[in-house]
């Protein structure tokens, strides 16, 4: 591809640009939003992430200047060279980003003495010719440039110098920023610097290689094993338009059933369904809130999917059935992996119509995972996901209330998936190469679209495995941590870039998934926790058993206290996800997301906004008492107390294990409900609104939280204005579908 530029053509918003060597496409989807398109692999781009035609009617130019082709709307320009050289300039010509005119600079950069270590250690020396991959891109890297997004990546907020894979892996092991890659996929970066801020998304699916400065602080390279060079530029003012832009691209996270956003329990392993009683007894006994309970793989037939364990579970769903009398929903564990077992029907029916792998040769392809040797279902094949859609209403008809969908990067004992699997993506074969980073996200897809069909409620789908756009179809959490102190330390950095690449519905495993938690890292993880979208306490057989109840008093009432701070805060936390729904804003935010201006939110990784006026700095580290925080420009009032704290300075704040400084900014309103031990278990029909100094608005969403009514107009809409020095505070209803409450209440902070 490349050499001089030829010609181009305009059709559409399409520029085709052919060079002596190949033509790309650059697309304009909106303003701000710019694709460029080389078809190594397809003709079409075959997104994953995106569903449907996005373009909108744009106005742009296409002129011939100095020595480029430069394309503009009113937001945005792109300036494209001979040797397909692309730059993009924000709409007052300041250059945002530049393709690198030297390309990747490799071995012969390295000094001999180096060399010899490297040789002495037995290690393969960098070629000096370089290795390339098949798709590549190189950009001119800032001194000040920063990256965040990238998913679940192990590590800290600011990306910078590292490097990162995206090719879903399980790893058992402890994640330590070393890892390149986790369960996740999403290509996505969002960078900042002094020029400005704008986002960029590789839509690939093959294994592909990120390298922030690592290589070379001249630059950053995004490679390819394989498909297509198709990426798209997103220029935004400010970061929470480049959000915005990506979340318009792939696709938001719907609005959830309201008792998801509660307190859920889970296990690996709850071993029978007096294991499960017992802990849903614990709860209601201690009153500790909770709605959910998880079933991991014990609840099934020796791990065949879409089967029950009577023997040790009782008549199939009697125990989720018992338990939903006391208030507790049932989520159940399914995996891909379906054992390999003629008489087994879910097996049988998949090997009469063909639905699962193949090897190249044709058979059956066999690995192993839970149940033993096991088939891999072909969620590509759109005929599979209807199948598999359908299967839900096994779980539904026992009363289970949402899916849980593990192992799908797919895992696999026995080695990984050769990459010649053949696999099917959409109309025609593939292999695994091209579409293991996207099993999770169909199969996320096609249970979605199962749980939809079964009971009409919002879907409630968690998965481990996804790729870019599957916020909207699943909840993800981060796979296998650890009880460690530098997992809880991760779960705050790992949270915020999930929410900026469009996953605001994600949370860590609370107390941590393997080794043992003590009460000091429950009571600190659980405060965490409670400002997680998924709020999810869940451990690994063989590790400390890890309810409030396992520990001594001062834990419990730790976990209770803030347990309990999650539900009378459940309808901010509604709220959030009512104006993602529509903005593509995260629920849980790192600082830099509103204060991209101030240097000090750069690097911040151990405090975090929930929303835009609610600071929260939790203690991350063993035997701390006392909590160093930054809060940004403003005022900001103890949470608590109303104390007021001038902002764009640290203050040291004593935090004994009982207390997580929480900061709420001026002008800010929090709305409150009355504490329930479970969704459901009384009407919220009194609102109470906390009010803080300051001037400020604020939406406060209602509906039924369950199904899609909302959408047909079902809801209430209010707004709450504050007027500057004043405790009064006006109310308007925007909107009128749903039912009033009873009482709004008012209770003033700060003060
Ligand atoms: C995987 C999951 C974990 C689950 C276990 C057993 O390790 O990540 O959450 O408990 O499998 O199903």
Not at 690 to 696: D, E, H, K, R, S
Request: charged share 25%; proline share 5%.
């Amino acid at each position: 591809m490349s050499g001089k530029r030829v010609s181009h053509r305009v059709d559409g918003n399409k520029i085709e640009i052919t060079f002596e060597r190949g033509t790309a496409v650059l697309s304009v989807l909106r303003e701000d939003i710019f694709n460029v398109f080389v078809p190594c692999e397809t003709k079409e781009h075959r997104s994953k992430a995106i569903e449907g035609d996005k373009g909108v009617p744009v106005e742009f130019t296409v002129t011939e200047e100095a020595e480029a082709l430069v394309i503009k709307t009113p937001a945005l320009w792109a300036k494209v060279y001979d040797g397909f050289f692309v730059d993009f300039y924000k709409k007052d010509g300041t250059l945002l980003c530049a393709d690198s005119r030297t390309g990747r600079i490799f071995g012969s950069q390295l000094s001999e003495k180096f060399i010899s270590f490297l040789e002495a250690e037995g290690h393969d020396v960098p070629d000096a010719s370089g290795f390339h991959y098949p798709v590549e891109i190189v950009k001119t890297m800032d001194g000040d440039e920063k990256f965040y997004g990238l998913g679940d990546k192990s590590g800290f907020l600011n990306k910078r110098a590292y490097e990162y894979e995206n090719w879903n892996s399980d790893i058992p092991q402890a994640h330590t920023e070393s890892y390149r890659a986790l369960y996740k996929s999403v290509p996505f970066l969002i960078t900042l610097k002094t020029a400005g801020v704008y986002g960029i998304f590789f839509d690939n699916t093959y294994k592909s290689y990120i390298n922030l400065g690592k290589e070379n602080t001249a630059y950053y390279y995004y490679g390819a094993d394989g498909g297509n060079l198709d990426y798209y530029f997103i220029s935004g003012g400010h970061m929470p338009e480049v959000v915005e832009g990506y979340t318009w691209l792939t696709g938001r996270t719907p609005l959830p059933q309201l008792w998801t956003l509660g307190y859920h329990q889970s296990r690996w392993g709850y071993e029978s369904a007096e294991d499960v009683r017992e802990v849903a007894e614990h709860y209601r006994k201690l009153r500790i809130p909770c709605d959910t309970i998880h079933f991991d793989i014990d609840y099934m037939d020796g791990y065949r999917v879409f089967t029950w364990n009577e023997k040790d579970f009782g008549a199939p769903g009697a125990i989720i059935r018992e338990i939903a009398d006391s208030g507790f929903k049932s989520v159940c564990i399914v995996d891909p992996g379906v054992k390999l077992d003629p008489g087994y029907a879910v097996y049988d029916e998949g090997m009469e119509q063909d639905y699962f792998a193949k090897t190249p040769e044709g058979e059956t392809y066999v690995n192993a995972v839970w149940p033993g040797d096991a088939v891999y279902p072909d969620f590509g094949n759109p005929e599979v996901r209807s199948w598999w859609a359908k299967k839900q209403s096994y779980l539904t008809g026992l009363g289970v209330r949402g899916t849980w969908n593990d192992m799908n990067e797919p895992a696999s004992f026995r080695g990984e998936l050769p990459a010649d699997v053949v696999f099917t993506d959409e109309d025609k074969k593939s292999s695994h190469a091209a579409m293991h980073n996207v099993y999770g996200h169909l199969m996320a897809k096609a249970t979605y679209e199962g749980l939809k069909q079964a009971d009409g409620k919002r879907p409630f789908v968690i998965t481990r495995a996804c790729y870019a756009g599957s916020q909207k179809y699943s909840t993800v959490w981060t796979g296998d941590n650890q009880s460690l102190w530098s997992h809880l330390q991760m779960a705050v950095p790992q949270l915020c870039n999930l929410g900026l690449s469009g996953f605001a519905f994600a949370g860590t495993d609370v107390g941590g998934f393997g080794a043992d938690c003590t009460p000091e890292l429950l009571c600190r993880w659980v405060q965490v926790g409670a400002f997680s979208p998924l709020f999810r306490n869940h451990s690994s057989k063989g590790s400390t058993r890890q309810e409030p109840w396992q520990f001594d008093e001062t834990t419990i009432a730790v976990n209770r206290k803030f347990i309990e701070l999650r539900y009378r805060l459940l309808p901010y936390f509604y709220d959030l996800f009512h104006e993602c729904e529509k903005t593509g804003l995260p629920i849980m935010r790192p600082l830099v997301l509103h204060y991209e201006d101030d240097p000090e939110t750069f690097n911040l990784n151990g405090e975090f906004l929930v929303g835009e006026k609610l600071l929260v700095a939790p203690v991350l580290e063993q035997g701390a008492v006392k909590k160093l925080i930054y809060l940004p420009e403003g005022t900001w009032y103890d949470f608590e107390t109303g104390r007021p704290y001038e902002g764009k300075q640290y203050y040291m704040v004593d935090a004994p294990i009982d207390v997580c400084p929480m900061f709420v900014k001026e002008g800010g309103m929090i709305p409150i409900w009355e504490l329930c031990q479970y969704v459901g278990e009384k009407p919220y029909d009194t609102l109470k609104m906390l009010v803080f100094p300051g001037n400020g608005t604020y939406l406060h969403y209602r509906d039924n939280g369950a199904d899609f009514a909302y959408r047909d107009g079902a809801y209430h809409l209010y707004e709450f204005s504050g007027v500057p020095g004043q405790k009064e505070i006006s109310v308007k209803l925007l909107h009128e579908g749903y039912t009033p409450y009873r009482e709004i209440v008012f209770e003033t902070r700060g003060f």
